[in-house]
């Protein structure tokens, strides 16, 4: 199996930039799709961006575009997830999670991941 081991996270005021990162402790990212998610308290899992393993073709969820951008490196088999301009809305905990059988391109479906790391905590002031 792949265990997924996150950094990254904190404090931040709004407008200030986080980078996450998601390694592959045990194992290869190879052949997984990689995707970011969140969840706010009282929120469901939100779709935040995702990467594929052969193409490097990027999703992300419409209240990221534009701020947050996904990336992978292969030679350290490590995810990272950019965030820039940060809002308040962003506070949630970030998780990162792995999948080879995405069914019709729903990379923004929680479900359809196999792996998933612990979660990082980003928090944003006002």
């Known amino acids: 199996q792949v265990r997924l081991v996150q950094s990254g996270g904190g404090l931040v005021q709004a407008g200030a930039s986080l980078r996450l990162s998601c390694a592959a402790s045990?194992?290869?990212?190879?052949?997984?799709?990689i995707g970011w998610f969140r969840q706010a308290p009282g929120k469901e899992r939100e779709f935040v961006a995702a990467?594929?393993?052969?193409?490097?073709?990027?999703y992300y969820g419409d209240d990221v575009k534009g701020r947050f951008t996904i990336s992978r490196d292969n030679a350290k088999n490590t995810v990272y997830l950019q965030m820039n301009s940060l809002k308040p809305e962003d506070t949630a905990v970030y998780y990162c999670?792995?999948?080879?059988?995405?069914?019709?391109?729903?990379?923004?479906?929680?479900?359809?991941?196999?792996?998933w790391g612990q979660g990082a905590q980003v928090t944003v002031s006002s």
């Open positions: 999670a792995a999948g080879q059988t995405i069914v019709n391109n729903r990379f923004d479906s929680a479900s359809e991941y196999e792996y």
């Open positions: 045990d194992g290869t990212l190879g052949n997984h799709a």
């Open positions: 990467i594929t393993w052969k193409s490097f073709t990027t």
